[in-house]
């Protein structure tokens, strides 16, 4: 199975926050944004994985800034790291300035996906080679977010969370 970079993965959403999808202050409804953000990174897991891929969790989220009513809004996807069959998706949401056309990063969210089989059984993911620096970051940190996880699920034990150890010592 050939590896794949996380360019290859690249999906970029755009769309118009329309005022059906607006809350009473007419900014975009957070659960408008997690949907979007579900399709974007869906999308970008399944150009990575070339299978079909299920949401497997909603690891982060952060709502840093508001998205108005008629705002453009961009949703840039990439899978930041592959695991046996699973993939970590890191998405950075941006908003279009309506006058100057000036992109500013308001959100930024991160899922995991499962590869399946047409029978809905977890399958194998190629390996995903990071290229730029922001991509290794992301594609170390994965490593380090994946063991918290197993850890507070009780699926490692503390001693085999070697990468979150790592950070201590």
């Not at 809004?73 to 930041?80: C, G, L, T």
């Not at 994946?146 to 979150?164: D, F, N, R, V, Y």
């Amino acid at each position: 199975m050939l590896s794949r970079t996380a360019f290859q993965s690249k999906t970029i959403v755009t769309d118009l926050v329309l005022p059906s999808e607006t809350n009473p202050i007419n900014n975009l409804f957070g659960g408008e944004l997690l949907a979007r953000m579900d399709r974007a990174a869906s999308i970008s897991a399944r150009r990575h994985s070339r299978r079909i891929v299920v949401t497997a969790s909603v690891n982060h989220v952060a709502f840093n800034r508001s998205i108005p009513l008629g705002s453009v809004v961009m949703i840039e996807a990439k899978v930041s790291r592959a695991f046996s069959s699973s993939m970590e998706v890191y998405m950075d949401v941006w908003i279009e300035d309506r006058e100057s056309g000036e992109c500013v990063k308001a959100n930024e969210a991160i899922y995991t996906f499962v590869a399946v089989d047409e029978t809905g059984r977890p399958v194998r993911v190629p390996e995903l080679v990071p290229e730029t620096e922001l991509e290794k970051q992301r594609f170390d940190a994965a490593l380090r977010r994946k063991q918290l996880s197993l850890l507070l699920a009780g699926k490692i034990k503390p001693s085999e969370a070697t990468e979150l150890k790592a950070l201590f010592e």
